[in-house]
C-alpha cells in the first residue's frame, strides 16, 4: 500500500533553514503529482508546494524565493529545502501524493 514518511522537521530560529524528506513506496515514484502541505494550530490545511512529473513546480506566494520543492525518483524521495524561514512558517509539513495520501507530519516550529 501507499505509505509516506516525512523527516526533517525540528526548531529553528527565524532566517534559518530546514530540509524535510518524505520517504515514499507503494506506487510508481516518477508518475503521479506530488507535493508539501502545511496545517498551523487554528488554521485549515494549505498548499505549500507541488511537483509534477514533469518536473514543474508550483509553490504558494508566501513561500516563492524561500523553498524549493524537488524529487529524486532513484531514491523515492520528495524533499522540500525551506530557506529563510519565519515564524509564521510554524506548522506541521505534510508530504501528499495525488491518490489521496497523506504521511503522518513532522512539526517545523520558527521561533527565537
Known amino acids: 500500500q501507499v505509505q509516506l514518511v516525512e523527516s526533517g522537521g525540528g526548531l529553528v530560529q527565524p532566517g534559518g533553514s530546514l530540509r524535510l524528506s518524505c520517504a515514499a513506496s507503494g506506487f510508481i515514484f516518477s508518475l503521479p503529482t506530488m507535493g508539501w502541505y502545511r496545517q498551523a494550530p487554528g488554521k485549515q490545511r494549505e498548499m505549500v508546494a507541488t511537483?509534477?512529473?514533469?518536473?514543474?513546480?508550483a509553490y504558494a506566494d508566501s513561500v516563492k524565493g524561500r523553498f524549493t520543492i524537488s524529487r529524486d525518483n532513484a531514491k523515492k524521495t520528495l524533499y522540500l529545502q525551506m530557506n529563510n524561514l519565519k515564524p509564521d512558517d510554524t506548522a506541521v509539513y505534510y508530504c501528499?501524493?495525488?491518490?489521496?495520501?497523506w504521511g503522518q507530519g513532522t512539526q517545523v516550529t520558527v521561533s527565537s
Open positions: 511537483i509534477r512529473h514533469s518536473g514543474d513546480t
Open positions: 501528499y501524493v495525488n491518490f489521496g495520501n
